[in-house]
């Protein structure tokens, strides 16, 4: 059996953790440059709030219900992420972490009768360790067990954790669960399924499996088999971003060419992060920046250079000089840039890199250096160690105008207690 944690209302429950007083009350968390909502509690909800909803379309409500609003805060989030995946793993050989606030893990080894009273004890200690509350789903596979963990984050009866065991439960759970819902049911897929009259997970459960592959082929048999309780989905094998970006719109126009450089090396590592984490390289870069479009009075640019690399790599300092370099051949002294961003082109596995005949680079040493390197940082922390190219510099490039302090990360931030 497996169990999915997904954690309640991640980034605002990080928010409350700090903040109890903020209990009960409406609150959410913005995106960069406090633009979107990207998490709300339950009474943000309730009020109607919607997920990615601009900020500026609800300050009406938000004055007027008293919403707290948080500017985004990455530091404290996965920190708290990493101290909540740490003590599940310690219940369990098989763990798997899908995203910042889910995890899937085997509980085979607890006796059937007594693991939704082991999950139920395990969201109580999370709760008492961490401050973050969460919900477990039960089931024999992974997409039954989310199914399930929707239904305990929902309902209060089932104490933070409900299992699907029996093929009544299966059946009552997936009758009564949209299929725009179901893990692997995209947009596209949903509006498939509804056009051949399925609204709910059961309807589909219920077609043949000719008819999932017909219509969605190969990963919509997979759910379709995960839906009836077959367990087929490896999440390590999940198909490969073909693509990976990370882009920023700044609070103010930047035209000083170390400030916007930092902001590319900084990007570029992102994306090359994202890169070993799917053990993949990439053979070309995209680095641009523009001006804004709404400011009339000042000169336009769209600067933009593609790369092609002469072996994939996913290594930090290869990537970063890559794009630097591009940068820098496009770069306009004195235009003022709103928007810049990497995007990392043709992925393929790690395993099929093609050397090159007239490199001259030691692959394998910078390969075992950027081990050691994110080690480093899987340990103590994102950004422990940097390149020079990605210093920070004093100068505030978004806008954060609610971010709360770094805790649990950084020592000047640390809550001090005064005993009298």
């Known amino acids: 059996m497996y169990a999915l944690a997904d954690c309640n209302n991640f980034f605002v429950s990080c928010e409350r953790v700090f903040r109890p007083d903020l209990e009960g009350r409406p609150v959410v968390v913005l995106s960069g440059n406090d633009g979107c909502v990207v998490s709300r509690s339950n009474e943000a909800k309730a009020l109607g709030i919607k997920m990615g909803v601009p900020l500026y379309q609800i300050q009406g409500l938000v004055d007027k219900e008293g919403v707290v609003c948080f500017s985004s805060n990455f530091s404290l989030y996965g920190d708290l992420s990493d101290r909540v995946m740490s003590m599940i793993r310690r219940h369990t050989s098989r763990f798997e972490q899908y995203s910042i606030d889910e995890c899937f893990f085997n509980i085979d080894h607890i006796p059937a009768e007594e693991q939704k009273r082991y999950c139920e004890q395990l969201v109580k200690d999370i709760r008492r360790g961490v401050g973050i509350p969460i919900s477990i789903g039960i089931a024999s596979s992974k997409t039954l067990a989310k199914v399930a963990s929707k239904y305990a984050k929902k309902y209060a009866g089932y104490h933070g954790v409900c299992e699907i065991r029996t093929e009544e439960q299966r059946q009552k759970a997936l009758a009564g669960f949209e299929i725009g819902d179901v893990w692997g049911i995209g947009r596209k897929a949903k509006a498939k399924l509804a056009a051949a009259g399925i609204t709910t997970a059961l309807q589909f459960a219920e077609r043949p499996a000719t008819f999932a592959q017909g219509l969605l082929h190969k990963p919509g048999l997979m759910t379709w088999q995960e839906l009836g309780g077959q367990d087929v989905i490896d999440i390590t094998q999940l198909p490969m971003k073909q693509s990976i970006t990370t882009s920023r719109t700044f609070a103010t126009a930047i035209s000083e060419q170390t400030l916007l450089e930092e902001q590319i090396a900084n990007f570029c590592a992102h994306c090359a992060r994202q890169l070993r984490l799917q053990q993949s390289a990439a053979q070309q870069i995209y680095v641009y920046a523009h001006t ?21 790599t996913s290594n930090n300092q290869e990537l970063i000089s890559y794009a630097l370099g591009a940068f820098r051949r496009a770069y306009r002294p004195g235009v003022l ?84």
């Open 292 to 312: 804004s479009a709404f400011r009339t009075d000042i000169e336009q640019h769209y600067l933009s250079e593609l790369v092609t690399l002469p072996v994939a």
């Open 337 to 420: 840039y709103k928007k810049a961003g990497v995007v990392l082109l043709k992925i393929i596995k790690e395993t099929d890199v093609m050397p090159d005949l007239f490199d001259t680079q030691d692959r394998e040493k910078d390969k075992r250096l950027q081990r050691a390197l994110d080690h480093i940082d899987d340990r103590h922390g994102k950004r422990s160690v940097i390149l020079g190219s990605q210093l920070s510099s004093s100068q505030q490039v978004y806008k954060t105008e609610h971010k709360s302090p770094l805790y649990t990360t950084d020592i000047r931030d640390v809550i001090t207690l005064k005993a009298e």
